[in-house]
């Protein structure tokens, strides 16, 4: 919950994907206060998610980046993002756009089955545990 029990770590960790890393870019990108910002910084920095970097030819300032356990979160922030594009979009436009490098075109995300390769939607799952 930490993560993603709020609207701006979801919103910091797709600018990371986008290659907005340093607090005042991010803070004019997303036009998050500086507060909020820092608190939010601090607590993806504690989950392994952003690491620090200092900006090359600077003593002064720092940059964010994903760490390996950040990229990893690419799917959910392709899906988060495909789910606002349909239920939180306005006339303004898509406000971010995976563009699959090999081909040109468009990246809608979806999800298959790791077994037979078949597109899988919610309907077609039964869980399994101890509630079933």
């Known amino acids: 919950m930490a993560m993603f029990g709020d609207m701006w770590s979801p919103a910091i960790i797709a600018s990371a994907f986008r290659g907005v890393r340093r607090f005042n870019?991010?803070?004019?990108?997303?036009?998050?206060?500086?507060?909020?910002?820092?608190?939010?910084?601090?607590?993806?920095?504690?989950?392994?998610?952003?690491?620090?970097?200092?900006?090359?030819?600077?003593?002064?300032?720092?940059?964010?980046?994903?760490?390996?356990?950040?990229?990893?979160?690419?799917?959910?922030?392709?899906?988060?993002?495909?789910?606002?594009?349909?239920?939180?979009?306005?006339?303004?436009?898509?406000?971010?756009?995976?563009?699959?490098?090999t081909c040109g075109h468009e990246y809608v995300p979806h999800y298959r089955c790791s077994a037979c390769g078949e597109r899988v939607n919610r309907s077609d799952f039964k869980l399994l545990g101890a509630y079933s």
Do not use: Q
């Open 25 to 101: 870019d991010l803070v004019a990108y997303l036009r998050i206060p500086p507060l909020v910002l820092s608190m939010r910084i601090k607590e993806l920095l504690a989950l392994g998610v952003l690491k620090r970097k200092s900006v090359e030819d600077s003593e002064r300032y720092e940059a964010f980046h994903l760490t390996r356990k950040g990229l990893d979160l690419f799917t959910y922030i392709a899906m988060l993002a495909k789910w606002g594009d349909r239920w939180c979009g306005d006339k303004s436009g898509v406000p971010l756009v995976f563009n699959h490098r």
